[in-house]
Structures are given as structure tokens and as C-alpha cells.
């Protein structure tokens, strides 16, 4: 019999890997999200019992898969007093959609990009899309995304169960669109896994930097995206996840806090991964489709061809930001652009833009502002108002490491 403490870290490393992939499929098998989360937790339970006394399954993935789909089938027979299956009418049909494909690896594979396209469907609102996305397919929090998108808790739990429910009740097919189809729905599925990557790579709260399996898992459903629909747009935001994920273990330092940009050891980056983001916009700018992604992922370029941070072309930057600011306007992006600017005019000018910004009200608690205008004042030597602006970006951060990171510069402005 295995060790109890080996099979439970087995069963924690599973869900950690595998519960996203589990639930999608079970999703496809069982026709309904919320009769596939309970299959899931039923199958895990199952696991806590029957794991430490059998040992771990060689495919621990479709044993959880048959047992989720086991136990849903079992709860529909309690549902219906052990009535025969067949006599269970229309409601009992989406147990038995599928019932061989939860073996097939390919058909696994491709079920979270189904589950993908499903939660952004058109029929949904934009900010449902990604709410449910991020809950269904990333495993997120109700609490972790409200957070994220500055929404009350209840509010955005209302909104996932509004969007479950309009899935069900227009009966929303869980597959991957005609290719007719596929570009009009690109757009909204592109902007989910990008908020994705950016969850994984910059996390709104909790104790980490970076939260790895989220940038992961959206950059392989980036690659699926540009396996089966090779658009400009789609290339672009692969090339800009693969770019920023190069620099991921360089972003913390060894006390846990953040390192900013200018600071992190470029020795360190991962040159694979450059390599093959450069590769991907070249494939994607190739197509001569200019979309904001591919903007962004040639700002992310010439960081990481810039041998170090004072040879990197900030002029050049500054006039991408210019770009994208035409083709997709956004006061994050005028914040950014400041920063860059700052880099090519000075501190001075990029501190009359953050403050024009900031009257205006578009980022109102928005943490980066004081966060970018803290490090201009510092520039400026103007130490009791950067230490202020850093207090300012602290009290409304909930991510440990920039805490951290703004207490050292705090106490580098005494």
C-alpha cells in the first residue's frame, strides 16, 4: 500500500495540473457546467478514498474523468428513484453524449479550447465572457477575479451564474466554431486569454510574483488558437505572452519583491522562448494585418533585443504606444506611454502627462498609477512626494511582492 502522505501530494499535484482539463471534458460529457463541478468534486473524493488503498492510476486524468462521469450518471439515477436510464426522457440525454471520448488524448486535449469558445460566445456580455472563463477554465476564484476587475464578490458570482444559466437556456454549443465563424469570435476569446496570461503573469493578489500555471495554460491555449486559426492578431498575442514569459524568474528577487525592469539580470531571460515569440510576430507582421497585439508584442521585441536597459530604443517605444493608442485607446496605454515618454523626454514631461491622467479620473484606483508616477517623482529628486506616492500605490495593492518592492523604495525616499 502507497505511503498516505505520497498518494495525498499526488492527488494536490493533480488538481493543481489537471482539474481545468478534467472539468472541461467532463462539461462536454455531462452537457451542463454545474453537474460537471460536482462530477469533478465527486471524482476527487472518490480519489481521497480509493487512491491511498489502490495506489495512483498510470493516467490519473481519465481515471478522474470515468469517475466524475460514473457518480454523475449514479446522482441521476437517485434524481429519478433508480428509474431505468432509458426511461429518464430528455434529461438524462447528456450523460450519454460522447461516452468513449474522455480516452481519446486528442479529443481531451482540445476540450478547454471548446470550453474557451463557449464561455466567449457572443450571446454572453463581455465582462460574463471573462468572468466565466477565468472561473471555468482558469479555476480562478469568484473572490480572485472580483478582485482582479474591482467588482463586489456577489456581483461577479451573479454574473457567472446569469451566464451559466443563458448557456444553458439558448443552448450554447460547447464546440469550436465553423471556420466561417471564427474570425467575428477571435476577438472576445483573444482578450480572455490575454487577461488570463496577465492574471498568471502579474497576479492581482496573494503572496506570489507570478502564478506560472495561469501563464502556462494561456499560452498553450494561445499556441491551440494559432494552430487552428493562424490570423495576425492571434500570432501577435502568442508572440507577446511567449516575450513577457521570458523574463518571469528574473521578476522577483530573492526576499520575494518585486524587480523592476531596469534592475533584472538579462542573462537570466529565457532565450527559447525570446526566440520563438521573435519568430511568431515576424510570422504574424509577415501577414501585414497590423492589430494591437502585434503592436504590443513589438514593444515587448525591443525589450528583449536590447542588450540592456539604457540601449533600448525608447524612442521607438514611445512611438509604438502612439500607435496603439490610435488603433486602441485606453488610459492604461496613455500610462505606459508616459512611462516610455519619460525615457525619451524626461521625467518632467512624462509627470505633466500622468497628472493630465490622473484629473481626468480614468484610473481611479488603479495601483500602477501612483506606482509610475512615485519612480518619475524619485527621478525628479523629489523625495517626500515620491515617498507618498508610494504609500499611495501600497494602500491599494493586494499583491504581497509590490508591497515589498514599494516598502524598500519608501525607505530609499528617507
Same mark, same amino acid.
Given at each position: 500500500?502507497? +505511503?498516505?502522505?505520497?498518494?495525498?501530494?499526488?492527488?494536490? =499535484?493533480?488538481?493543481?495540473?489537471?482539474?481545468?482539463?478534467?472539468?472541461?471534458?467532463?462539461?462536454?460529457?455531462?452537457?451542463?457546467?454545474?453537474?460537471? @463541478?460536482?462530477?469533478?468534486?465527486?471524482?476527487?473524493?472518490?480519489?481521497?478514498?480509493?487512491?491511498?488503498?489502490?495506489?495512483?492510476?498510470?493516467?490519473?486524468?481519465?481515471?478522474?474523468?470515468?469517475?466524475?462521469?460514473?457518480?454523475?450518471?449514479? =446522482?441521476?439515477?437517485?434524481?429519478?428513484?433508480?428509474?431505468?436510464?432509458?426511461?429518464?426522457?430528455?434529461?438524462?440525454?447528456?450523460?450519454?453524449?460522447?461516452?468513449?471520448?474522455?480516452?481519446?488524448?486528442?479529443?481531451?486535449?482540445?476540450?478547454?479550447?471548446?470550453?474557451?469558445?463557449?464561455?466567449?460566445?457572443?450571446?454572453?456580455?463581455?465582462? +460574463?465572457?471573462? =468572468?466565466?472563463?477565468? /472561473?471555468?477554465?482558469?479555476?480562478?476564484?469568484?473572490?480572485?477575479?472580483?478582485?482582479?476587475?474591482?467588482?463586489?464578490?456577489?456581483?461577479?458570482?451573479?454574473?457567472?451564474?446569469?451566464?451559466?444559466?443563458? &448557456?444553458?437556456?439558448?443552448?450554447?454549443?460547447?464546440?469550436?466554431?465553423?471556420?466561417?465563424?471564427?474570425?467575428?469570435?477571435? @476577438? +472576445?476569446?483573444?482578450?480572455?486569454?490575454?487577461?488570463?496570461?496577465?492574471?498568471?503573469?502579474?497576479?492581482?493578489?496573494?503572496?506570489?510574483?507570478?502564478?506560472?500555471?495561469?501563464?502556462?495554460?494561456?499560452?498553450?491555449?494561445?499556441?491551440?488558437?494559432?494552430?487552428?486559426?493562424?490570423?495576425?492578431?492571434?500570432?501577435?498575442?502568442?508572440?507577446?505572452?511567449?516575450?513577457?514569459?521570458?523574463?518571469?524568474?528574473?521578476?522577483?528577487? =530573492?526576499?520575494?519583491?518585486?524587480?523592476?525592469? @531596469?534592475?533584472?539580470?538579462?542573462?537570466?531571460?529565457?532565450?527559447?522562448? &525570446?526566440? %520563438?515569440?521573435?519568430?511568431?510576430?515576424?510570422?504574424?507582421?509577415?501577414?501585414?494585418?497590423?492589430?494591437?497585439?502585434?503592436?504590443?508584442?513589438?514593444? %515587448?521585441?525591443?525589450?528583449?533585443?536590447?542588450?540592456?536597459?539604457?540601449?533600448?530604443?525608447?524612442?521607438?517605444?514611445?512611438?509604438?504606444?502612439?500607435?496603439?493608442?490610435? &488603433?486602441?485607446?485606453?488610459?492604461?496605454?496613455?500610462?505606459?506611454?508616459?512611462?516610455?515618454?519619460?525615457?525619451?523626454?524626461?521625467?518632467?514631461?512624462?509627470?505633466?502627462? &500622468?497628472?493630465?491622467?490622473?484629473?481626468?479620473?480614468?484610473?481611479?484606483?488603479?495601483?500602477?498609477?501612483?506606482?509610475?508616477?512615485?519612480?518619475?517623482?524619485?527621478?525628479?529628486?523629489? /523625495?517626500?512626494?515620491?515617498?507618498?506616492?508610494?504609500?499611495?500605490?501600497?494602500?491599494?495593492?493586494?499583491?504581497?511582492?509590490?508591497?515589498?518592492?514599494?516598502?524598500? /523604495?519608501?525607505? @530609499?525616499?528617507?
Amino acid at each position: 500500500m502507497p +505511503a498516505a502522505e505520497t498518494v495525498q501530494q499526488a492527488i494536490e =499535484a493533480t488538481y493543481q495540473s489537471e482539474s481545468r482539463r478534467v472539468l472541461a471534458t467532463l462539461i462536454r460529457l455531462l452537457g451542463d457546467f454545474d453537474a460537471a @463541478e460536482e462530477a469533478l468534486h465527486d471524482a476527487f473524493r472518490a480519489a481521497l478514498e480509493q487512491w491511498p488503498r489502490d495506489g495512483v492510476p498510470s493516467n490519473p486524468r481519465a481515471w478522474l474523468v470515468s469517475a466524475g462521469r460514473f457518480k454523475a450518471i449514479d =446522482a441521476a439515477r437517485r434524481r429519478t428513484r433508480f428509474d431505468a436510464l432509458d426511461d429518464m426522457g430528455e434529461k438524462a440525454e447528456p450523460v450519454f453524449i460522447d461516452t468513449a471520448a474522455w480516452a481519446d488524448d486528442e479529443s481531451v486535449d482540445d476540450d478547454r479550447l471548446r470550453l474557451v469558445f463557449t464561455c466567449c460566445h457572443p450571446a454572453l456580455a463581455p465582462d +460574463a465572457q471573462v =468572468a466565466l472563463t477565468l /472561473r471555468e477554465v482558469c479555476g480562478l476564484t469568484t473572490e480572485e477575479i472580483a478582485r482582479a476587475f474591482l467588482t463586489p464578490a456577489p456581483t461577479l458570482a451573479q454574473r457567472i451564474v446569469r451566464a451559466k444559466a443563458k &448557456i444553458r437556456d439558448a443552448r450554447i454549443p460547447y464546440e469550436v466554431p465553423s471556420r466561417a465563424d471564427l474570425p467575428e469570435r477571435l @476577438e +472576445a476569446v483573444l482578450r480572455v486569454v490575454y487577461l488570463v496570461f496577465n492574471e498568471g503573469y502579474s497576479p492581482s493578489s496573494g503572496a506570489e510574483a507570478t502564478r506560472h500555471d495561469l501563464a502556462a495554460e494561456a499560452i498553450r491555449l494561445g499556441r491551440l488558437l494559432v494552430e487552428l486559426v493562424p490570423e495576425p492578431e492571434a500570432q501577435g498575442l502568442l508572440a507577446l505572452m511567449q516575450l513577457h514569459d521570458a523574463r518571469r524568474v528574473t521578476r522577483v528577487d =530573492a526576499e520575494g519583491a518585486l524587480v523592476p525592469l @531596469e534592475e533584472q539580470d538579462r542573462s537570466r531571460w529565457n532565450m527559447a522562448s &525570446i526566440a %520563438a515569440g521573435l519568430a511568431t510576430l515576424d510570422a504574424a507582421l509577415a501577414l501585414q494585418q497590423r492589430g494591437p497585439y502585434q503592436v504590443q508584442a513589438a514593444i %515587448a521585441a525591443l525589450h528583449a533585443r536590447a542588450a540592456n536597459y539604457e540601449d533600448t530604443d525608447w524612442r521607438q517605444i514611445a512611438g509604438l504606444y502612439e500607435v496603439l493608442l490610435r &488603433i486602441s485607446p485606453s488610459p492604461v496605454i496613455e500610462l505606459n506611454h508616459a512611462a516610455a515618454v519619460s525615457m525619451v523626454d524626461g521625467p518632467a514631461r512624462a509627470l505633466d502627462l &500622468i497628472d493630465a491622467l490622473a484629473a481626468r479620473g480614468a484610473l481611479k484606483g488603479y495601483e500602477l498609477l501612483p506606482a509610475v508616477r512615485a519612480d518619475l517623482l524619485r527621478r525628479l529628486g523629489r /523625495r517626500d512626494a515620491a515617498r507618498e506616492a508610494y504609500q499611495a500605490a501600497t494602500a491599494v495593492t493586494q499583491l504581497e511582492p509590490l508591497r515589498r518592492f514599494y516598502a524598500r /523604495r519608501i525607505a @530609499e525616499m528617507r
